[in-house]
């Protein structure tokens, strides 16, 4: 079975209490912080290594180093290879400053993106601008406007001023 998923079997057991896999999260989050906090103070190095070597490196375990790289994988310049990876399976961390900023944000991570590394990789007005963008990313906007006679867009047949935009 590859690393991910027995990652995802343990960390999304269903069959665990609700205490149990909200202390599990609580410790990993906390560990995920401290391997962020080595990367950010370092952001231009690029860490590769195998997962078992990273995860010596960090001192994870196994596990651990698995979640972390499945969670930064969308936030690499080149994603690893997560669904196959094993223990020498070799990886990199060589993140998107800016993608892995604006993921954090869309993951509601503030213990990661409020980390003081930040302070040193962007400028206050950068980092507001890539929150307002990272908040952004899943809004809908309808750029079109409906006209008073237009078929009302939800769809009843009625003009727009006879239906939805009715005051």
């Known amino acids: 079975m590859a690393l991910l998923e027995q990652w995802q079997n343990m960390a999304y057991d269903q069959s665990q209490n609700q205490a149990a896999l909200q202390q599990f999260w609580n410790s990993y989050f906390m560990l995920e ?3 962020y906090e080595q990367l950010l103070s370092n952001p231009t190095e690029k860490v590769t290594g195998t997962v078992k070597e990273l995860a010596d490196k960090y001192e994870l375990d196994i596990m651990a180093m698995t979640g972390f790289l499945d969670g930064i994988n969308d936030s690499l310049v080149k994603p690893n290879p ?7 399976t070799k990886v990199s961390l060589e993140f998107d400053k800016e993608a892995l900023y604006k993921n954090m944000i869309d993951a509601k991570a503030d213990w990661l993106y409020e980390l003081p590394q930040w302070d040193e990789i962007f400028d206050a007005e950068t980092k507001k601008k890539l929150y307002r963008e990272a908040k952004n990313l899943h809004t809908v906007r309808n750029t079109t406007k409906v006209g008073r006679n237009d078929p009302c867009p939800c769809g009843s047949g009625r003009k727009y001023k006879q239906c939805c935009g009715k005051k």
Request: proline share 0%; net charge negative.
């Open 33 to 35: 912080k401290g391997v």
């Open 82 to 88: 997560i669904e196959t990876m094993e223990e020498d």
